[in-house]
């Protein structure tokens, strides 16, 4: 009760300086939104403009009531610490009346866990341009929603908010995102593979150790060549970076430079290096679409077979685990299912929902704790094999860290080798 009361009050502060701070620097903002890919296309965004303008970024994924204020203010949780709590407000307070400077353009996820979040939001934070990724074909956070289509209706008010001085960035690709163009009063560029998409991608294919692409804007077409990336959903970011700085005025011809500077995120189809036969790759997709992409790109690339390592998660996830175990069986050799998050919930309950999608006998394991789940797809693993560690980035790196010390995101993989 104290816990929850102490929270509302800290969001409440941290709204206030939040909306002061901009009421007083009125930068320009970019909010990026979705239920699959919003951060890696926010870090895509953050990219691009970043050679062109002054901005901040949020960081990780705060895209919540309490991080989008504290992406405003420039700070990082305090966790569950009062006193780094109360530095983080008086940091808002200085920021606010002392500041000279602040960026000219905050480039904001915002996410949805609940009815009214984004209304929420989007009643005091006045986006410059939405972009809008996808919802994919089984939307996650659907927990304290009756379906997904009250959740789509959630997202998109972010475009319903938009006057015709603002821009919908939006991936026609997915049907449920292009249809968001009804709803706006806004400006729009729509992106994607399709032809029909204002910016389009094209002879797509993968080259070696990466992928390549083309970029055609009204007519001016750019090469896009990108190291150590694979698959499509990784053109997607680019493509939504490169329309965000359109919709600032940016020739597309000279965003080339800045986005052949993007580099793989941290646990975003991470390679680990090893001295071994075989690959291991570090993936935080958690959700059916996310992992789906990931496993798709793959299965040309690998010449023998993908090993994977994935789970689910807390209540959230529930509806999408036989689905997950379907997609999954299908695409991966071998695969060990475990559980994402075994504090939230029986990790058995969690792994016997998974198996009700599996279709095929044998060729699977089952280990409830994640750390020995991993011990055992290596210990499959021959030469030429690829083994995929999927699931949450936070709950994944915490076992490891919990498992192994001194932690290191690279010494873990290393250490379970041996």
Not at 186 to 203: H, M, P, Q, R, V
């Amino acid at each position: 009760m104290l816990k929850n009361f102490f929270k509302k009050i800290i969001i409440a502060i941290l709204k206030l300086e939040a909306k002061l701070i901009l009421t007083r620097f009125k930068p320009k903002i970019i909010a990026v939104s979705g239920t699959v890919g919003k951060t890696s296309a926010k870090e895509a965004v953050a990219l691009v403009l970043g050679s062109e303008f002054d901005i901040r970024k949020s960081e990780k994924s705060y895209n919540s009531e309490i991080g989008v204020p504290l992406a405003i203010i420039g700070a990082k949780t305090g966790w569950g610490s009062f006193k780094q709590w109360m530095l983080i407000i008086l940091k808002g307070i200085k920021v606010f009346l002392l500041s000279a400077d602040y960026p000219k353009i905050l480039i904001l996820e915002m996410g949805v866990d609940r009815p009214k979040d984004m209304e929420k939001m989007v009643s005091w934070v006045k986006p410059y341009a939405a972009v809008i990724t996808a919802v994919g074909t089984v939307p996650v956070h659907v927990q304290y929603f009756s379906g997904p289509e009250e959740l789509i209706s959630e997202k998109r008010k972010l475009v319903e908010c938009l006057n015709n001085n603002n821009w919908a960035i939006l991936n026609i690709d997915d049907k449920e995102v292009s249809a968001f163009r009804k709803n706006t009063k806004a400006k729009t560029i729509t992106y994607g593979f399709s032809e029909s998409a204002d910016l389009a991608a094209s002879n797509y294919k993968m080259d070696g150790d990466g992928i390549v692409f083309k970029v055609n804007y009204k007519g001016n077409i750019v090469p896009v060549r990108l190291d150590k990336f694979f698959g499509r959903h990784n053109v997607y970011n680019i493509l939504a970076a490169t329309a965000t700085a359109v919709s600032l005025g940016v020739p597309v011809d000279t965003i080339r430079e800045g986005i052949e500077q993007f580099k793989v995120m941290r646990g975003r189809m991470e390679t680990i290096p090893t001295s071994t036969g075989y690959t291991v790759m570090v993936d935080f997709g958690h959700t059916e679409d996310a992992l789906k992409n990931v496993l798709s790109s793959l299965r040309p690339l690998v010449s023998k077979r993908i090993i994977t390592v994935f789970g689910c998660g807390g209540d959230r996830d529930k509806g999408k685990r036989p689905l997950m175990g379907k997609m999954v069986s299908k695409l991966s050799d071998l695969f060990v299912i475990t559980s994402d998050n075994p504090r939230s919930e029986d990790p058995l309950k969690i792994i016997k929902d998974i198996r009700k999608g599996i279709r095929r006998k044998g060729g699977y394991y089952v280990e409830p704790d994640r750390h020995e789940a991993i011990k055992k797809a290596l210990t499959l693993a021959r030469q030429g094999d690829l083994v995929l560690i999927a699931g949450k980035g936070h709950e994944t790196y915490q076992i490891f860290k919990d498992t192994v010390k001194p932690f290191d995101d690279r010494e873990v993989v290393k250490q379970l080798l041996q």
